[in-house]
């Protein structure tokens, strides 16, 4: 199973709080001490399971706008998008839990035209306010049918948010895009020219799930 880069750190920390354990359990003649190494461990396979970064494959094509994360689709709504954009959009948001994979992935073949990193508040990704409310970085992407914009927006309790691309690259859809630590929401907004395919409660996964379609 191929692991994300940034959660190497976290994984050797818990392996080695699991062998700390392991150690004082045995020192201590085992019996009950067992419950340490026996407690901890799960957290060590959680660790290790939260930074997967699986291989993607889907649909493909610029009529199609992916999902840029595994998560459920949180929101469904049409607003008015003024930093990239530039005027009436669908924003659909998907929440990442902390059993989802984390790793985002380019919904769109394109060249990223706008990068920008706003400082906020940690609440409950959950809520709409988190959109506005939020740490977040917003990628706007300059695709062959039309701009779009994905915000990664920090959660509860995540604290990192990992962003590759800059400004003037170009990105491939299904691509990596970066990774949210633990627990967050992406908000993808495109013109409303394109239609929607996803509904509130849907089950997305990033790289694979058509969450809009480009009109013919």
């Known amino acids: 199973m191929r692991l994300a880069a940034e959660g190497r750190r976290f994984i050797v ?32 396979a959680w660790t290790i399971w939260f930074f997967r970064d699986p291989d993607r494959s889907g649909p493909r094509g610029e009529n199609l706008v992916l999902a840029p994360a595994d998560g459920r689709v949180v929101a469904v709504a049409a607003v008015d998008e003024p930093t ?4 009436p959009a669908h924003k659909i948001s998907i929440f990442m839990n902390v059993f989802d994979v984390h790793v985002n992935r380019c ?25 506005e409310d939020n ?17 990664q927006i920090a959660g509860l309790v995540a604290r ?3 962003t590759d691309p800059s400004v003037g690259d170009t990105v491939r859809q299904g691509d990596r895009l970066g990774i949210i630590r633990f627990g967050s929401r ?3 907004f495109v013109p409303q020219s394109a239609a929607v395919t996803v509904r509130l409660g849907d089950k997305a996964l990033a790289g694979i799930t058509v969450i809009a379609e480009w009109p013919s």
């Not at 740490?135 to 695709?143: A, F, V």
Request: proline share 6%; aromatic share 10%.
């Open 107 to 131: 919904p769109s073949n394109g060249e990223v035209a706008y990068r920008e990193y706003r400082p906020g508040k940690f609440v409950n990704a959950t809520l709409d306010k988190a959109s």
């Open 13 to 44: 920390a818990a392996v080695v709080v699991l062998g700390i354990t392991a150690v004082v359990a045995w020192l201590a003649g085992l019996g009950w001490w067992l419950l340490l190494p026996a407690g901890w461990a799960p957290v060590v």
């Open 135 to 151: 740490e977040q970085m917003s990628l706007g992407i300059r695709s062959a049918r039309g701009p779009l914009l994905v915000r």
């Open 186 to 188: 992406l908000d993808t």
């Open 160 to 162: 990192r948010i990992v």
């Open 84 to 87: 990239f954009v530039c005027g």
